[in-house]
Structures are given as C-alpha cells and as structure tokens.
C-alpha cells in the first residue's frame, strides 16, 4: 500500500506516522522501533495520546508493559534517563538501551562527549554505522532539525563507509 495515496484521510495520524516511517528503516527491529518511539516521547514529553499509542504498539511488537514502565519512569530526567538506559535490565536488551540513548541525546541536543560515548558503544556491541545511522533518522519523526545535527556529529565519529557519500551530510 502506497500510504501517500492510499491512506483514508480520515486514518489516525499514528496509523500514518507508522506507514510512512517505520517502513523506511529495515536496519531497526520493530521492537526497537517501538523503543525509540517511547524515548522520543519521554524526551519530548508527549505523554498523552503518542505514549499510549506507542505503548499499545509496543505490546503487539514484544515489548512488555514493565519495559516501556522501564523507560517511562525516568520522564523527565535526561541524566536519570541516560543512566537507566546504562543500567543491565532482563527487559531492555543492551542495543535497545544503546539506541534509546542515541535517540535522548539526538533529541536533546546532547552531541558532544556522552553522544560519542554512545556512537562508541553501539559499534562496540556489533551496530553498523548504517545501524548507529538509522537511529539518528528515525528520531527525524520526532524532531528534523535535531536528527540533521545528530546526523553531522555522527559522521565525524563513524568510520567512513567505502562507496557510501551523503552529500545532505557534511
């Protein structure tokens, strides 16, 4: 389905968020995805209708109602928030909790010392860059102007790719 032409107008704006999103980033797992949507939330602090809407997303996508409690309790506290994601849970794997930081500190602004630390770490524990790439686009849905700004720091911290050039990232 072709959402831009096929979508009832009156389809729900996450039912459209989700086509013409989620679809575009193969490199992410759906509960990831569902992960970052809730971190986005909490940074952004859309805890209404967008955190239910995730959430219920969540649970169909394996993502139990203790994790995304997990990520909700540290709302409003980017350095509490940074240090759960840190933190072993049985709930979060470590990528998600690597992603979810990328995702608070893109959202954030965030991108100077912890941001590298974070690109580090998610190489570390087996993210491609076009994985670490991925994360920063998909905060896009959530805030352009930050994810272009994360985009720019993360190419000064990846390794370069042989054959990929982004000429939109320089």
Do not use: N
Not at 52 to 75: K, N, P
Not at 126 to 144: C, E, K, M, Q, Y
């Amino acid at each position: 389905m072709d959402p831009s032409r096929d979508m009832p107008v009156e389809a729900p704006v996450d039912t459209l968020t989700y086509h013409q999103g989620w679809d575009r980033f193969p490199e992410l797992t759906d509960r990831e995805k569902v992960a970052l949507c809730v971190v986005a939330d909490i940074c952004r602090q859309t805890l209404g209708m967008p955190f239910e809407s995730h959430g219920t997303m969540g649970l169909t996508h394996g993502v139990s109602g203790d994790a995304l409690r997990e990520l909700l309790i540290f709302q409003g506290d980017y350095a509490e928030l940074q240090r759960h994601l840190y933190a072993g849970t049985p709930r979060l794997t470590v990528r998600e909790r690597v992603f979810g930081s990328l995702t608070a500190d893109v959202l954030h602004g965030e991108l100077d010392g912890a941001f590298a630390v974070h690109v580090s770490r998610a190489l570390a524990i087996g993210a491609t860059p076009d994985d670490v790439r991925a994360v920063i686009r998909f905060s896009g849905l959530f805030g352009a102007a930050e994810a272009w700004h994360g985009l720019r720091a993360a190419e000064q911290l990846l390794p370069a790719t042989p054959g990929i050039a982004d000429p939109f990232v320089a």
